[in-house]
């Protein structure tokens, strides 16, 4: 079933095919025994919430119709006798129809709210999700590395530990109203746009090394930025012995030679191995004893999956599985784990 069926009628009917989990071989079996003791257990309960949602949500969409239409009726009757309603079935449209799949978003966010925490202790005890927490914005802002922003929204939040390394994670997305100038014909108006600078995830780990400085690495910003600036945001920049890294990345720093220390040989060449891993779209900085990582990703890491699949969350759990190794690697290849340095 997919939204036009749905519209059109087609039957609604719980689901109750085979489960399938897509997992390395590795991971396999103790993903199926978790999903089996903890999960299986509360499909067939969500699975009839879900199809009870969609049938609330059909009997809404046929009551917003004739309501629609009566409108509709009216604004023909007004017309007839000079008096303007057309504006009333399009309001009544736009706020019938947000009205009518409320049920299908109620059943997400239990999904949100009551499943996922259970998905996420799979990868230890100590793991959290929650859409309520959020990162401090303020510390963010000040490691130098987000782009200008008016307004900041955030999304899932995963906290736990991995290998004795602090992780958290949590979505965001950064929006900007900009002023440009239209033209049509030969007038000229200003008109505000909203873009969007920064959607992704924001990564922060702890380390095993100190340090007091701050340095930032950010993307290299190509060659006439890079000559005609030696700072960022009063960062000093940082020449570094790699070509390579230095063609990637542009590194800045309020400690030359701390930076120096922590972007050694061997971490600058983890560091490009990772940013390889994500589609070479990654900067990060060293603040305040963290390491802060910012990840661009045009979509959620942890969707739910349609309305008008089955509600047995192994599509779900395979995939928060795939994202969730994705970074717990960047530990790995870091090596943010070990004693040794960065």
Same mark, same amino acid.
């Given at each position: 079933?997919?939204? =036009?069926?749905? /519209?059109?009628?087609?039957?609604?009917?719980?689901? $109750?095919?085979?489960?399938?989990?897509?997992?390395?071989?590795?991971?396999?079996?103790?993903?199926?025994?978790?999903?089996? #003791?903890?999960?299986?257990?509360?499909?067939? &309960?969500?699975?009839?919430?879900?199809?009870?949602?969609?049938?609330?949500?059909?009997?809404?969409?046929?009551?917003?119709?004739? /309501?629609?239409?009566?409108?509709?009726?009216?604004?023909?009757?007004?017309?007839?006798?000079?008096?303007?309603?057309?504006?009333?079935?399009?309001?009544?449209?736009?706020?019938?129809?947000?009205?009518?799949?409320?049920?299908? &978003?109620? =059943?997400?966010?239990?999904?949100?709210?009551?499943?996922?925490?259970?998905?996420?202790?799979?990868?230890?005890?100590?793991?959290?999700?929650? @859409?309520?927490?959020?990162?401090?914005?303020?510390?963010?802002?000040?490691?130098?590395?987000?782009?200008?922003?008016?307004?900041?929204?955030? +999304?899932?939040?995963? %906290?736990?530990?991995?290998?004795?390394?602090?992780?958290?994670?949590?979505?965001? #997305?950064? #929006?900007?109203?900009? &002023?440009?100038?239209?033209?049509?014909?030969?007038? @000229?108006?200003?008109?505000?746009?909203?873009?969007?600078?920064?959607?992704?995830?924001?990564?922060?780990?702890?380390?095993?090394? &100190?340090?007091? +400085?701050?340095?930032?690495?950010?993307?290299? $910003? +190509?060659?006439?930025?890079?000559?005609?600036?030696?700072?960022?945001? +009063?960062?000093?920049?940082?020449?570094?012995?790699?070509?390579?890294?230095?063609?990637?990345?542009?590194?800045?720093?309020?400690? %030359?030679?701390?930076?120096?220390?922590?972007?050694?040989?061997?971490?600058?060449? $983890?560091?490009? %191995?990772?940013?390889?891993?994500?589609?070479?779209?990654?900067?990060?900085?060293?603040?305040?004893? @963290?390491?802060?990582?910012?990840?661009?990703?045009?979509?959620?890491?942890?969707?739910?999956?349609?309305? =008008?699949?089955?509600?047995?969350?192994?599509?779900? =759990?395979?995939?928060?599985?795939?994202?969730?190794? %994705?970074?717990?690697?960047?530990?790995?290849?870091?090596?943010?784990?070990?004693?040794?340095?960065?």
């Amino acid at each position: 079933m997919n939204i =036009f069926s749905f /519209i059109l009628g087609s039957p609604i009917k719980a689901q $109750r095919q085979a489960v399938t989990l897509l997992a390395e071989p590795s991971d396999k079996a103790s993903l199926q025994h978790y999903y089996d #003791t903890h999960l299986a257990p509360l499909a067939a &309960r969500y699975e009839t919430k879900r199809v009870n949602s969609l049938k609330a949500t059909r009997k809404r969409l046929s009551l917003s119709l004739v /309501i629609v239409a009566g409108l509709a009726l009216l604004a023909l009757l007004g017309h007839s006798r000079g008096i303007m309603l057309f504006p009333l079935p399009l309001i009544g449209l736009l706020v019938l129809g947000f009205w009518s799949f409320e049920p299908t &978003r109620q =059943f997400t966010r239990q999904v949100q709210r009551d499943i996922y925490p259970i998905m996420f202790k799979y990868f230890g005890e100590d793991f959290i999700y929650n @859409r309520e927490i959020r990162l401090d914005m303020n510390r963010l802002t000040a490691a130098k590395v987000l782009p200008d922003y008016d307004k900041a929204s955030f +999304g899932d939040y995963i %906290q736990g530990q991995y290998k004795g390394v602090d992780l958290v994670v949590n979505e965001l #997305t950064l #929006t900007k109203d900009v &002023r440009v100038d239209e033209w049509h014909g030969n007038k @000229r108006r200003t008109v505000t746009r909203t873009e969007t600078p920064f959607r992704g995830t924001v990564v922060e780990l702890s380390s095993h090394k &100190r340090f007091v +400085g701050h340095t930032v690495v950010l993307k290299d $910003r +190509g060659g006439l930025a890079n000559f005609l600036s030696d700072s960022h945001s +009063g960062l000093q920049r940082v020449k570094l012995e790699d070509p390579l890294f230095e063609k990637e990345f542009d590194v800045f720093s309020t400690d %030359q030679i701390e930076a120096r220390y922590l972007l050694n040989t061997a971490f600058m060449e $983890r560091l490009q %191995q990772l940013a390889r891993y994500f589609d070479d779209d990654i900067q990060c900085a060293f603040f305040r004893n @963290r390491l802060l990582l910012f990840l661009p990703n045009r979509r959620s890491r942890f969707q739910n999956r349609s309305i =008008f699949d089955s509600a047995n969350f192994s599509a779900e =759990f395979s995939q928060l599985n795939r994202e969730m190794k %994705q970074l717990f690697a960047i530990i790995e290849v870091l090596k943010l784990n070990e004693h040794t340095g960065l």
